[in-house]
């Protein structure tokens, strides 16, 4: 059973950037990808894009190109998420999930970015 | 790439049964087999519901059934309990490794 714990909240000021880690446990790291799904107050899911360790090379939906990077750390089971020129919309809880095939098996607890001036 | 389209909210009583739609297009939800549902509780992750269009993870109730015709998913909740109570979304692989999610459906049992 895989087992996904994210870092901690974060407040960050608008056009600064976040990084956020997603630890795993259980299961085989470089045999499921990772993805990053976030949800603004009140509305719904939105992937960001994914990444699958044991090629190295992550995918990004359109609206985020350029400004979001998905990377892993094979060493520690770990991904990472990060986010530039932040904005006020970009206030959201960011999830990170597991894909063992075209659907999302596991998540994480949610990390909390909070950007404010 | 544009969300899913999912009714904003559905209702039912304790025991009947309510299906929630989503509709794509033929480069999403029509073009793959690839359509999974999640249910959410309030300030709690998603959980996989449904994956592969009607497959049920180890640990789902058989009242949760998934199906597709054409563009359009749908989900079937039988015998509806309240902690079925919740928001749920679908979700569709859109191609060059791209997923595309509804914009959710709030599930009210009455």
């Known amino acids: 059973q895989v087992q996904l714990v994210q870092s901690g909240a974060e407040v960050k000021k608008p056009g600064s950037s976040v990084k956020v880690s997603c630890k795993a446990s259980g299961g085989t790291f470089s045999s499921y990808a990772i993805s990053w799904v976030r949800q603004a107050p009140g509305q719904g899911l939105e992937w960001m894009g994914g990444?699958?360790?044991?090629?190295?090379?992550?995918n990004y939906a359109q609206k985020f190109q350029g400004r979001v990077t998905i990377t892993t750390d094979e060493s520690t089971s770990t991904a990472y998420m990060e986010l530039s020129s932040l904005r006020s919309e970009d206030t959201a809880v960011y999830y990170c999930?597991?894909?063992?095939?075209?659907?999302?098996?596991?998540w994480g607890q949610g990390t909390l970015v909070t950007v404010s001036s | 790439q544009s969300a899913l389209t999912q009714p904003r909210s559905v209702s039912g009583s304790p025991g009947q049964s309510v299906t929630i739609s989503c509709t794509g297009t033929?480069?999403?939800?029509?073009?793959?087999?690839?359509v999974s549902w999640y249910q959410q509780h309030p300030g709690k992750a998603p959980k996989l519901m449904i994956y592969?269009?009607?497959k049920r993870p180890s640990g789902v109730p058989d009242r949760f059934s998934g199906s597709k015709s054409g563009n359009t998913a749908s989900l079937t909740i039988s015998g509806l309990q309240a902690e079925d109570e919740a928001d749920y979304y679908c979700c569709s692989y859109a191609g060059s490794y791209n997923v595309v999610f509804g914009g959710g459906t709030k599930l009210t049992v009455l």
């Open positions: 033929s480069s999403d939800v029509g073009g793959y087999n690839y």
């Open positions: 990444i699958i360790p044991i090629f190295g090379t992550a």
């Open positions: 999930a597991s894909q063992a095939a075209e659907y999302f098996q596991h």
């Open positions: 592969d269009v009607s």
